[in-house]
């Protein structure tokens, strides 16, 4: 079955430091790559995807690249803010007609000193 | 506009009791979703409402966990006999149309088992 495994956090790091959470995962067919990221005391929402391999998806400064040769989909922030502080999670979607599915991995906790 | 709500924020019960969570999804969204986040945890995918109709009920881990959607707007999940390995974060989302639509989550309701 599909899988995603992502950086053990937490994570620590001062206001204006580059941010880099790796992600892998493991599918069948052509899935499609997502980060969430949920701020304290709110829900999960969608910071970026990416639907097919070698595109980049991006958002409020973060980036991750589809890369299908490594089956990875890192996020990187050049400067980090105090108010990146959040948990973010590595997701992906089935291909065909289960894309509706998403599989998460277990969250990263990203915590930014000012 | 207003986001996909969940009611309550928090449920305490004891063991072998019966709840009921509510979800409020985005006025004109199609699809409904329900995923389980335990502690420590991604969510994990339980169900996918298209319309009225459990379109995939593939990830409720017995049939003691049940729900539904009989307007086709507001979802109500249903886990009997509760045991404290049900204790999680139940999160709900919904989307435009079928998969592939982004999904927007609401903020849980933290079920906590005694």
């Known amino acids: 079955g599909n899988s995603v495994t992502q950086m053990e956090g937490p994570v620590t790091l001062s206001e204006e430091a580059f941010l880099t959470i790796n992600c892998t995962y493991t599918?069948?067919?052509?899935?499609?790559l997502f980060w969430y990221v949920q701020y304290p005391g709110e829900g999960l929402q969608l910071l970026l995807k990416?639907?097919?391999?070698?595109d980049k998806g991006s958002n409020k400064g973060f980036e991750a690249t589809y890369r299908k040769e490594t089956t990875s989909f890192h996020l990187e922030k050049g400067s980090v803010q105090v108010s990146d502080s959040a948990v973010y999670f590595c997701?992906?979607?089935?291909?065909?007609?289960?894309?509706?599915?998403?599989?998460f991995g277990k969250g990263t906790l990203l915590t930014v000193n000012p | 506009g207003a986001g996909v709500s969940q009611t309550p924020s928090n449920k305490v019960t004891e063991k072998g009791k019966y709840v009921e969570l509510r979800c409020d999804p985005i006025?004109?969204?199609?699809?409904l979703y329900w995923y389980r986040q335990s502690l420590g945890q991604g969510p994990e995918f339980l169900i996918y409402?298209?319309?009225?109709?459990?379109?995939?009920d593939s990830g409720l881990p017995n049939d003691r966990f049940f729900a539904v959607r009989p307007e086709g707007s507001v979802s109500t999940l249903k886990i009997q006999r509760t045991e404290r390995g049900d204790s999680a974060v139940y999160l709900c989302?919904?989307?435009?149309?079928?998969?592939?639509?982004?999904?927007?989550f609401g903020p849980g309701t933290r079920l906590t088992v005694t």
């Open positions: 989302a919904s989307s435009l149309g079928d998969g592939g639509h982004e999904q927007y």
């Open positions: 599918a069948t067919g052509y899935p499609s």
């Open positions: 990416a639907t097919k391999a070698d």
């Open positions: 997701a992906l979607s089935d291909s065909g007609g289960s894309n509706y599915k998403l599989t």
């Open positions: 006025s004109g969204h199609t699809a």
């Open positions: 409402f298209q319309g009225t109709g459990a379109a995939d």
